[in-house]
């Protein structure tokens, strides 16, 4: 516990107490792999609950409980190539985690401070109607430059807010290996980032409600 001290002369006029926020090991951020970027989204949601319930929560998070009407048909759209492709809707899964995720080789658990801060990546080309994704290990994802891909880092994180409330932020940061695909994507982008946005604070709430 720190302890400041107002003197006014050499009389103590009035002490504040806090509790620090400490960080043990090596603090792992999204900046460590994506520092400069081309195309991003943010949003934070304020929680009154504190960081590590909430940090659980959105770490666990079954993304197949997350509704929104925007959210919704977001995601019907976006898998709607694939469905025509196989004529056959693809088998559903009954939950599906951010582990999950990892565990299926699309994306890749690049760092995680536990309590605080998590970033995954994705490779592949994303913007096209079938997505292509393109395994890369976490050790070789800083260096990836491929023509014709792209990158997405995607951090959650939670920090102290208040007494006993929480800041979350859902981070979203793409990087383009090449001009022309750059140029693609950027045309790609502005059509899709308000239901990305949408997505990302449905996620939000739904980690929100569950850590309450």
């Not at 536990?114 to 994704?133: D, K, M, S, Y």
Request: glycine share 6%; net charge positive.
């Amino acid at each position: 516990m720190n302890k400041e001290t107002k003197e006014t002369g050499t009389t103590p006029d009035t002490t504040v107490t806090s509790t620090p926020w400490e960080v043990t090991g090596r603090t792992v951020t999204i900046d460590d792999f994506a520092a400069e970027y081309d195309f991003d989204a943010v949003e934070h949601l304020v929680v009154n609950r504190p960081p590590d319930a909430v940090y659980s929560a959105l770490r666990h998070l079954d993304l197949l409980t997350i509704r929104s009407r925007t959210a919704d048909l977001a995601m019907w759209v976006r898998a709607l190539p694939e469905r025509l492709k196989r004529r056959v809707p693809p088998r559903q899964p009954t939950r599906l985690t951010y582990d999950d995720l990892v565990a299926s080789e699309d994306w890749v658990l690049l760092g995680e401070q536990p309590g605080r801060e998590v970033v995954f990546g994705a490779t592949g080309r994303f913007w096209t109607p079938i997505v292509r994704w393109e395994p890369v290990p976490a050790e070789e994802f800083r260096e990836y430059g491929k023509p014709g891909r792209g990158q997405i880092i995607s951090s959650l994180s939670v920090r102290p807010y208040g007494r006993n409330s929480s800041l979350v932020t859902y981070d979203i940061r793409t990087t383009l290996c090449d001009p022309m695909t750059r140029r693609v994507f950027g045309a790609y982008w502005r059509t899709v980032k308000p239901f990305v946005r949408a997505i990302m604070r449905a996620t939000l709430r739904t980690a929100a409600k569950q850590a309450a």
